[in-house]
């Protein structure tokens, strides 16, 4: 059974950092593309990042500069180290797992950023 776990939301003052944790069980990270999307209330759920098996990252334009994804093989573990936090950056964040025809996700962790 796969099950994908995230962990470190929070609240947290504008500027502020928060590094958000994935732990997976039942696949490999290092073999997956692996992503975090967020959804704010009343929004669709939108991509953050990716980092693929190969290593390569890519962001949405919005985090770039102040998100980092990476990943820890020995741990089975999915990060998201966010600096500079904005108030717009406040939703539920999930972590994905995806391959061609395989697609599983997490339950989700709030971030909420706020004086």
């Known amino acids: 059974q796969v099950q994908l776990v995230e962990s470190g939301g929070g609240l947290v003052q504008p500027g502020g950092s928060l590094r958000l944790s994935c732990a997976a069980s039942?696949?490999?990270?290092?073999?997956?593309?692996m992503q975090w999307y967020r959804q704010a209330p009343g929004d669709k759920r939108d991509w953050v990042a990716t980092?693929?098996?190969?290593?390569?990252?890519d962001y949405t334009n919005s985090v770039r500069g102040r998100f980092t994804i990476s990943r820890d093989n020995a741990k089975n573990t999915l990060y998201l180290q966010m600096n500079s936090l904005k108030p717009e950056d406040t939703s539920v964040y999930y972590c994905?797992?995806?391959?061609?025809?395989?697609?599983?996700w997490g339950q989700g962790t709030q971030v909420t950023v706020t004086i």
């Open positions: 980092i693929t098996s190969g290593g390569a990252a």
């Open positions: 994905r797992a995806y391959l061609p025809g395989v697609n599983y």
């Open positions: 039942g696949i490999f990270v290092a073999s997956y593309t």
